[in-house]
């Protein structure tokens, strides 16, 4: 008896073990994926530390420079990826002109009028990319134009771990 016993243990521990070790891999999977999706945005502290910098050196020529840098790479990053986001291009380029705007007046210069100015379709067509033309979310988790990568993840942790629970139930019915 006690044989049986140390063989279901051991079972149970190599089907826990795959199944924690997959879970694990899909979660670094996953944390890889955001890591490069947030690898072209900068938070808002991070530009208002870097800003008072620069006015703190008197350079507000150096602060204009990396704001306009910033926010270029961020609309370039967001026209290249735009199937990422459940916002249309257009309301991403809004939302990254509102995040900027109070660091450009911060520094008591405007944002160069090009960059103001910018539509969707002007900065796809200076990259050379399709506009998309998503419809926003209504609901603010997903987008009618293409399902959510987001939910299909989810699906998968739960198959996982139904998976894991059936292996072990099995294990212990032996």
């Known amino acids: 008896m006690d044989e049986k016993n140390l063989i279901n243990a051991a079972s149970g521990y190599a089907a826990g073990n795959a ?17 490069r999706k ?10 208002s530390a870097e800003i008072a ?7 507000k020529q150096g602060a204009f ?3 306009n840098a910033h926010f270029n790479e961020e609309i370039v990053d967001a026209a290249q990826r735009q199937k990422d986001y459940i916002y249309s291009l257009e309301t991403i380029i809004q939302k990254r002109k509102d995040k900027f705007l109070p ?7 405007d944002m160069p009028e090009q960059l103001k100015n910018i539509t969707a379709d002007q900065l796809c067509e200076i990259l050379g990319v399709t506009n998309l033309h998503i419809i926003d979310s209504t609901d603010g988790k997903t987008s009618p134009s293409h399902s959510s990568d987001g939910e299909n993840l989810g699906l998968i942790f739960r198959a996982i771990i139904i998976i894991g629970m059936i292996i072990l139930i099995i294990i212990g019915l032996l």
């Open 53 to 59: 910098k620069f006015i703190l050196s008197d350079n």
């Open 38 to 47: 947030l690898a072209h945005w900068t938070s808002e502290e991070t530009i």
């Open 19 to 35: 199944v924690s070790n997959s879970v694990i891999n899909n979660l670094r999977k996953y944390s890889e994926e955001a890591e």
């Open 65 to 67: 420079e990396y704001l």
């Open 103 to 109: 660091f450009y007046q911060k520094i008591g210069m």
